[in-house]
């Protein structure tokens, strides 16, 4: 079955870096959306960037411009991101996922398939 895996996640100290993959098995990512979303213990789970096929756009969280850049390799159905400049607010569990198309704001995203997640936590 489809199936995302999710890696790279670690302890970090505060102003570190860590590159997250997800690997996507037996789907396309081609005309799909894909985005990396991530949830902290209390808090609801919330969008960092989503790209989307269907009109070519990428689009970050605000709190995460400048700091964090996706990037996606078609040929090995992967999705990298790359988070620089990690501050503790950003310690929480990262997922991506597949939609047909991806919003931001979760909830209006439709149905996706998502991964189990991998921990980022930042220390001050």
């Known amino acids: 079955q489809v199936q995302l895996v999710e890696s790279g996640g670690g302890l970090v100290q505060a102003g570190g870096s860590l590159n997250l993959s997800c690997e996507v098995f037996?789907?396309?990512?081609?005309?799909?959306?894909v985005g990396w979303f991530r949830q902290s213990p209390g808090k609801e789970r919330e969008g960092v960037v989503c790209i989307n096929d269907k009109d070519g756009t990428t689009d970050y969280a605000d709190f995460v411009k400048g700091r964090f850049t996706v990037s996606r390799d078609s040929a090995k159905n992967m999705v990298y991101l790359q988070m620089n400049t990690l501050k503790p607010e950003d310690t929480a569990v990262y997922y991506c996922?597949?939609?047909?198309?991806?919003?931001?704001?979760?909830?209006?995203?439709?149905?996706?398939?998502w991964g189990q997640g991998t921990q980022v936590t930042v220390s001050s």
């Open positions: 996922a597949v939609f047909s198309f991806c919003h931001l704001n979760d909830h209006e995203n439709g149905y996706g398939i």
């Open positions: 037996r789907f396309s990512l081609d005309n799909h959306g």
